[in-house]
């Protein structure tokens, strides 16, 4: 018994006549993928995104800067000349014993380290980055324009006086608004 599986009449499951080679290349238009690819990364929010991503990263690299080279230093200064970033706690021992000057020294001994003077700078850098991206955010909504209000008068046909919205009669000619209108 020949079975044949279920599919509409002249239909190639999306597939061009070159088989399934040929779908990933061939864009259902007639098309090439290039030409789809090209049409979907030059849209505005694309680009505009990709502009963001690349200012974030540039911007990320000088917030890192500032908390290790310009915040942390008069931090650990005042601290008794402590460096966060050789803040650590060795959980087991490397090849050679501790104890250790450095971070750099324990990790090239192969001693397993928790980290916490890096972390409390990753911390800082991210507070920091949260502060900025809420200024830009709070920026952006003050810059935004506010939909403008319903209005809540109109002119009486009448005499042209200004009356509120849900008036029936004019206050000021005592015309009845609704026989006007209708």
């Given amino acids: 018994m020949n079975v044949k599986p279920l599919q509409p ?11 399934p080679k040929d779908a990933l290349t ?4 007639g098309g090439s993928m290039f030409r789809e690819f090209k049409e979907f990364a030059m849209r505005g929010n694309v680009v505009d995104m990709a502009v963001g991503i690349i200012i974030g990263a540039a911007f990320g690299s000088i917030v890192q800067s500032l908390v290790a080279d310009i915040i942390m230093p008069p931090i650990g200064w005042i601290l008794g000349n402590v460096d966060f970033s050789n803040l650590f706690l060795v959980l087991k021992q490397g090849t050679t014993a501790g104890p250790y000057t450095s971070l750099a020294e324990a990790q090239t001994a192969g001693a397993v380290t928790i980290n916490y003077g890096l972390f409390s700078n990753k911390i800082i850098s991210f507070l920091i980055v949260a502060f900025a991206v809420f200024m830009l955010v709070r920026g952006m909504n003050k810059l935004q324009r506010k ?5 809540n008068t109109k002119e009486c046909p009448l005499c042209s006086s200004t009356i509120p919205i ?8 005592t015309s009845d608004l609704e026989a006007v209108t209708a």
């Fill in 9 to 19: 009449a002249g239909s190639n499951l999306g597939f061009s006549r070159g088989g």
């Fill in 26 to 29: 061939t864009h259902p238009k």
């Fill in 147 to 151: 939909a403008p209000a319903a209005p």
């Fill in 166 to 173: 849900k008036a029936r009669r004019c206050p000021h000619c």
